[in-house]
């Protein structure tokens, strides 16, 4: 069973900064990209940034220059820095990949790490 788990989330103040981190396991044979997203209370959930086979990477434009991530191919894992953090980042973030594994090529979420940012 392929499973993404993420990590880092916790609660900051406005300014701080905060690594997530999101490892994915199972029969794993190619990860084709690996995103974050989040989904603020009362909103939508909406993409953050993406890295697309280890080095294209896309982002919001409302974490541009803030945030920044990054993979490492030998270990399934995803980053996602995120420096000077504002009260309208708080959210839960969730990992997404795109992965061929035993059972073929499918999407997986991870379960999610909640941001908090203070003012």
């Known amino acids: 069973q392929v499973q993404l788990v993420e990590s880092g989330g916790g609660l900051v103040q406005a300014g701080g900064s905060l690594r997530l981190s999101c490892a994915a396991s199972?029969?794993?044979?190619?990860?084709?990209?690996m995103s974050w997203y989040r989904r603020a209370p009362g909103k939508q959930r909406e993409l953050v940034a993406g890295?697309?086979?280890?080095?294209?990477?896309n982002y919001a434009d409302s974490v541009k220059g803030r945030f920044t991530i990054s993979r490492d191919n030998a270990k399934n894992t995803v980053y996602l820095q995120m420096n000077s953090l504002k009260p309208e980042d708080t959210a839960v973030y969730y990992c997404?990949?795109?992965?061929?594994?035993?059972?073929?090529?499918?999407?997986?979420w991870g379960r999610g790490t909640q941001v908090t940012v203070s003012s």
């Open positions: 997404h990949a795109l992965i061929r594994s035993l059972w073929g090529f499918n999407e997986h």
């Open positions: 199972g029969p794993i044979f190619n990860i084709n990209s």
């Open positions: 890295i697309i086979n280890g080095n294209s990477t």
